[in-house]
């Protein structure tokens, strides 16, 4: 099991509330990751982070935006939930060095907008 | 851009059967590596193989890959019914700025071993 927690597990919000998805990594990861993934298709890569203060966007456009303050900690905003964000949300890390390309994951968030 | 597609989409076996997944890719790499997703779950990093490399063994788990043809394949032998999952490859692309941190995921071939 990879030391990487994200909750809450399960969210079940209405249309344009704010809400804030959890990533915490105690691995000392430089590199982590959020993903996108519908039920039964492939993962979307939506943001990225190198390092303290370094955020990019990914190759799947989202309306979310994420901060990375401390190394171990990579958290996921949507300003205002459409049902259009539902979906599973998973989040990963990695270490720095060439080779070291394994990424762990956490446990993911289903998130549903109503 | 779809960077890997795995074949077939879903595959349903009897345990102590073998499994053949297949992956092809469209860019240049640094590696490629195979992830399994139980259900709902996060993926779990089975192996990585690198540019250079053409086979490497985990276990029950064998994976090929040939550059030449832009392709991989993850072999589970003697299958479990706890083999059951969705099966992903992703791969690195030379282009990412150089590094290989980011990796592009297949659609996944969805297995299943019934007992």
């Known amino acids: 099991e990879a030391d990487i927690y994200q909750t809450p597990r399960y969210l079940v919000i209405g249309t344009g509330k704010k809400i804030t998805l959890e990533c915490s990594q105690t691995m000392g990861h430089d590199k982590m990751y959020w993903y996108q993934q519908d039920p039964g298709m492939e993962l979307h890569l939506i943001h990225y982070?190198?390092?303290?203060?370094?955020?990019e966007k990914g190759d799947l456009s989202s309306e979310s935006t994420v901060s990375r303050i401390r190394t171990e900690h990579f958290p996921l905003t949507l300003e205002s939930a459409r049902p259009s964000h539902t979906s599973q949300y998973l989040c990963?890390?990695?270490?720095?060095?060439?080779?070291?390309?394994?990424?762990?994951f956490g446990p993911g968030t289903r998130l549903t907008v109503l | 851009s779809q960077q890997g597609e795995e074949d077939p989409q879903a595959l349903s076996i009897q345990e102590g059967e073998n499994a053949t997944m297949n992956c092809s890719y469209k860019t240049s790499i640094n590696n490629l590596q195979w992830y399994r997703q139980n259900s709902g779950r996060g993926l779990v990093h089975l192996i990585l193989i690198r540019s250079n490399e053409r086979e490497k063994h985990s276990g029950r788990l064998r994976v090929t890959l040939d550059t030449s043809k832009k392709s991989s394949s993850l072999l589970i032998t003697a299958s479990r019914a706890a083999d059951t999952a969705s099966y992903f490859c992703a791969t690195d692309g030379v282009n990412s700025g150089g590094s290989n941190y980011k990796l592009t995921f297949g659609k996944g071939t969805l297995l299943t071993v019934n007992p």
């Open positions: 982070s190198y390092g303290v203060n370094s955020t």
């Open positions: 990963a890390s990695s270490e720095s060095g060439m080779g070291r390309g394994t990424q762990y």
